[in-house]
C-alpha cells in the first residue's frame, strides 16, 4: 500500500432547515453534501448525509425526540458506493419536578461498507495480515438515566445502559449483548 498525496481543497455545501409547528412540534434537520478523506483507503470520497428530526413537547413535563442520520460515501476515483450508514434515535425526557428528572434513550447504529481497495492499483489492502473484507455491522444502546439536582452545584444521576452488537439489522433478535452497566454519580459544589 503506496501512501497517497494529501487530500486537498475538499468542498461541501449544507443546509439547516427548522420549522416550528406548533408549540408542542417543531422539524428540523440537516442536508450536507461535501467531499471526504476515506481514511480507510487514503482515497477521497463524496459523502450526502440527510439528518431529519421531529421534537415534540405535548406537555411542560414531557419531552420527546426522534432523529434519524442516512448517511452514504461514494469513492470519488471509482464512482461506486463505499459505505452506508444508519444511526436512529429515540429520545424521552420527563421533568416530575424542578429538580428531578428521567430520560429513556435508543439509538441504533448500522453500517455498511464495502471491501478496502489501494486507491492507486485497485488491489485488495491486508490489515494484520488478512484481507479488510466487507463489513455489516449494527449496534444498539438503550439507556435509562434519572437526575435529581436539590440545588445549583448538587446533582445525583443513577442510571443504566446496555450495549447489544450484530449485524446491520434492526432486528433486536440478531443482536447479541455486549456489555450492561449501572452508573452513579454525585456531585455536591462547596462555596466558601
Do not use: W
Not at 164 to 177: D, I, L, N
Amino acid at each position: 500500500f503506496r501512501v497517497p498525496e494529501p487530500l486537498e481543497d475538499l468542498v461541501g455545501i449544507g443546509v439547516v432547515p427548522r420549522l416550528r409547528i406548533t408549540n408542542a412540534a417543531s422539524l428540523s434537520g440537516s442536508f450536507v453534501a461535501r467531499e471526504v478523506p476515506i481514511y480507510a483507503e487514503g482515497s477521497r470520497g463524496f459523502e450526502v448525509v440527510i439528518s431529519p428530526s421531529l421534537t415534540l413537547r405535548p406537555t411542560t413535563q414531557l419531552s420527546m425526540e426522534f432523529r434519524h442520520t442516512y448517511s452514504e460515501i461514494h469513492r470519488v476515483k471509482a464512482r461506486d458506493l463505499f459505505s452506508r450508514a444508519n444511526i436512529s434515535r429515540v429520545k424521552t425526557q420527563f421533568q416530575f419536578t424542578r429538580a428531578l428528572l428521567a430520560r429513556v434513550l435508543l439509538q441504533y447504529n448500522l453500517q455498511e461498507r464495502v471491501a478496502l481497495i489501494d486507491p492507486s492499483t485497485g488491489g485488495q489492502i491486508l490489515v494484520e495480515g488478512e484481507i479488510a473484507g466487507p463489513l455489516d455491522s449494527g449496534t444498539v444502546q438503550g439507556q435509562l438515566l434519572a437526575s435529581y439536582e436539590p440545588s445549583p452545584g448538587t446533582i445525583f444521576y443513577i442510571g443504566y445502559s446496555r450495549l447489544e452488537v450484530g449485524p446491520s439489522s434492526y432486528s433486536r433478535a440478531q443482536m447479541e449483548p455486549l456489555a450492561d452497566s449501572f452508573f452513579l454519580k454525585i456531585s455536591y459544589l462547596f462555596r466558601l
